[in-house]
């Protein structure tokens, strides 16, 4: 059974500084997606990483993916206010057909 | 928009009656998915359909049914709603394995 977990859960930080979301996985994947969610609303692609050592960027965020280690990190670089959200780590799992698996999710606030 | 469409948005249901969550999308996806999202839990899957004509469990069936009524419809039905069905339910698709996943806007229901 493929499990998924992240950590930290719960993340409060300070404008301007940099932390980074971990996202560990059971079983071998080729595919990992990082979301976003705002309260109430629907999720939001982020990234989808689809092999060893990818790293994409987009804006203060950056995700990687290692394979190997089983394991994804998204990087906040100098953190803003409208960061602040729930991000999500998935994996795709093909057995037959196809399974996106979530972590639990990790809320980050950011403080003025 | 092109899209995931859930209908409805909001629904307040007392234990025991019964009622269908709809989802249609109009990208023609051969695959889709219902998921639901409690507290603390990320999402977890309910049942998928991986083309026309095919249904799977996935993680939590229990109390649920479902109906792929055509290649744009994903029908999720509560026979019994009960208090622990609580929660926000997302329906996901997308093309195949080689493509991400469009969530819908969810639908939050709430068993009293």
């Known amino acids: 059974e493929l499990k998924v977990e992240q950590n930290p859960l719960f993340l409060s930080m300070q404008e301007g500084k940099n932390y980074t979301i971990y996202c560990n996985y059971s079983?071998?994947?080729?595919?990992l997606y990082w979301y976003r969610q705002d309260p109430g609303k629907s999720l939001e692609s982020l990234f989808v990483l689809l092999s060893n050592g990818a790293v994409k960027q987009e804006g203060r965020l950056m995700a990687s993916l290692d394979t190997k280690a089983r394991l994804s990190t998204l990087h906040i670089t100098a953190a803003v206010h409208d960061l602040s959200a729930t991000y999500f780590c998935a994996v795709d799992l093909f057995q037959g057909a196809q399974k996106l698996v979530f972590g639990q999710g990790t809320r980050l606030t950011i403080n003025p | 928009n092109a899209g995931v469409t859930q209908t409805p948005k909001f629904q307040v249901l007392k234990t025991g009656q019964s009622m269908t969550l709809q989802c249609a999308q109009d990208?023609?996806?051969?695959?889709m998915y219902w998921y639901r999202q409690d507290p603390g839990m990320g999402l977890r899957l309910i049942y998928y359909?991986?083309?026309?004509?095919?249904?799977d469990k996935g993680e939590v069936p229990n109390g649920y049914n479902v109906s792929r009524l055509n290649k744009r419809e994903f029908s999720l039905r509560l026979e019994s709603a009960a208090p622990s069905q609580t929660s926000v339910y997302f329906c996901?698709?997308?093309?195949?394995?080689?493509?991400?996943?469009?969530f819908g806007s969810g639908t939050r229901l709430t068993v009293v």
């Open positions: 079983t071998t994947s080729d595919r």
């Open positions: 990208m023609n996806h051969n695959s």
């Open positions: 359909s991986a083309s026309e004509g095919t249904t």
């Open positions: 996901a698709s997308r093309m195949d394995y080689t493509y991400g996943y469009t």
